[in-house]
């Protein structure tokens, strides 16, 4: 690992200059500035983790001030992507992660952010906030979703209701911004989950094409759906679009800088892309240098590094991490960094959740030590902890400690005044006791 630890690299992390656009010049610069390895990385398991912990954010220390706008950007340079969820029993998925990283901060950040133009929400991981910076990275999703070719109930609207979806475009063109309830046709009641009318089925439907973006309401989370040229920067919109290879090499390389060390199978997650045709993707950043191949203790996959992954060294990081959270929303890839299986009960009935409703994994040091079933009670100002799990072999003295600190300091960020512990789970007692 010293030659990982001693290579002097760029920090364009793909951003690439329009010189190097050939591969083979390409290929010539990483070679100059990244000196390929002889033979793959090998990598501890725990040198794995802290990797990817210092790629996510978790080796750098919280800011010592008022969190800013430079703050978010600096974060959202590192992990690319922050998904967003509904789930407001706690807090808005998208605020944890920011917390996690950065601390207590206004809350108003990201919606501020969202504001200015810097961000935008596109379907980049499900759902998600991503510098608008990259929106020229996501023109070939947009454009995937109109081929006639494509599944599912957006393109079967467009394709049964074209002048239908044309006349929700108009009618937003001509009268503005639009939440889905504008237009609705609904004379039945709605249903669970995903039950769309017509109107938010042809909203959706423009969204994910690009021919609409979309804002959040404040109050209730909704969709406000409007022209792009309304919503994102003209500089953003005026930027050239890449081939569909050279932005999803792109998103490639910039998954591998969020990530430290990843399975092709990761990368191709980070961004919801396809294996199959990432797999040459892969074979040609290698190729070039920008990829190091490694081998990680315990994982049967291979793997790969960025060439400017930063030295390892160990990460002491205490933090409360979303069920949607980037270093662990990959199910597989927790099992394999950190030997913590982690499933969502939210839509498991009550009697056979075996951890809670909503529970967010407790990261320590390098590790995953325990699980919080977390809600915010608003009407009695309170932060219940509905149940506190510690993983095997874990101590929970530690734990319960750092947790005494933590707990509080998210109550007051989210504008509580106390910590309640029930007494499900392992750790309830020292928690309680800590606090």
């Known amino acids: 690992m010293g030659m990982l630890s001693k290579r002097a690299a760029p920090a364009d992390h793909g951003h690439a200059p329009a010189r190097l656009a050939k591969r083979q010049t390409l290929a010539a610069y990483r070679r100059r500035h990244c000196p390929l390895p002889t033979k793959p990385v090998q990598l501890s398991a725990r ?62 950040l990201l919606p501020r952010a969202v504001e200015s133009g810097a961000l935008f929400e596109y379907w980049a991981h499900a759902a998600a906030l991503v510098p608008t910076k990259h929106q020229h990275l996501f023109r070939w999703r947009m454009e995937q979703g109109r081929s006639p070719s494509m599944g599912g109930p957006l393109t079967r609207m467009h394709r049964g209701k074209k002048t239908y979806v044309d006349f929700v475009h108009q009618y937003i063109v001509e009268n503005g911004p639009v939440v889905a309830g504008d237009l609705s046709q609904r004379t039945t009641p709605k249903g669970k989950w995903w039950d769309w009318d017509a109107a938010k089925l042809a909203l959706e439907y ?29 500089s953003v919109l005026a930027a050239p679009t890449p081939s569909p290879h050279a932005a999803q090499t792109q998103l490639i390389t910039l998954a591998a800088h969020s990530m430290g060390v990843a399975t092709a199978s ?67 890839r927790s099992e394999r960094l950190f030997n913590f299986r982690y499933r969502i009960e939210i839509y498991t009935p009550q009697p056979q959740r075996k951890f809670g ?23 009695t100002g309170a932060l219940r902890v509905q149940a506190a799990h510690l993983e095997p072999g874990c101590k929970a003295g530690s ?37």
């Open 206 to 234: 423009l969204f994910l094409v690009g021919r609409l973006s979309a804002r959040r309401q404040a109050n209730n989370f909704a969709r406000v759906y409007d022209l792009p040229e309304r919503i994102l920067p003209a």
């Open 357 to 379: 409703y909503y529970v967010l994994p407790f990261l320590l040091g390098d590790t995953l030590v325990g699980r919080m079933d977390l809600k915010a009670d608003r009407a």
């Open 399 to 435: 734990a319960a400690a750092q947790l005494a600190h933590l707990l509080p300091e998210m109550a007051a960020w989210l504008g509580l005044e106390r910590v309640i512990v029930a007494a499900r789970g392992n750790l309830a007692h020292a928690l309680r006791q800590a606090l």
């Open 47 to 108: 040198d794995a983790r802290q990797l990817a912990l210092a790629a996510q954010g978790f080796g750098a220390a919280r800011p010592k001030g008022a969190v800013t706008q430079r703050h978010l950007q600096q974060l959202f340079d590192r992990v690319g992507v922050i998904q967003i969820d509904s789930v407001n029993v706690l807090v808005r998925s998208q605020e944890l992660p920011v917390f996690a990283r950065l601390g207590p901060h206004n809350r108003s």
């Open 266 to 332: 990761d990368l191709a997650d980070y961004y919801r892309q396809k294996l199959t045709p990432v797999k040459p993707i892969i074979a040609e950043l290698v190729e070039a240098g920008t990829l190091l191949p490694a081998t990680v203790e315990g994982w049967k996959e291979p793997a790969y590094l960025h060439c400017a992954a930063a030295p390892i060294k160990p990460v002491e990081a205490c933090a409360l991490l979303s069920p949607f959270d980037s270093l662990v929303w990959n199910r597989q």
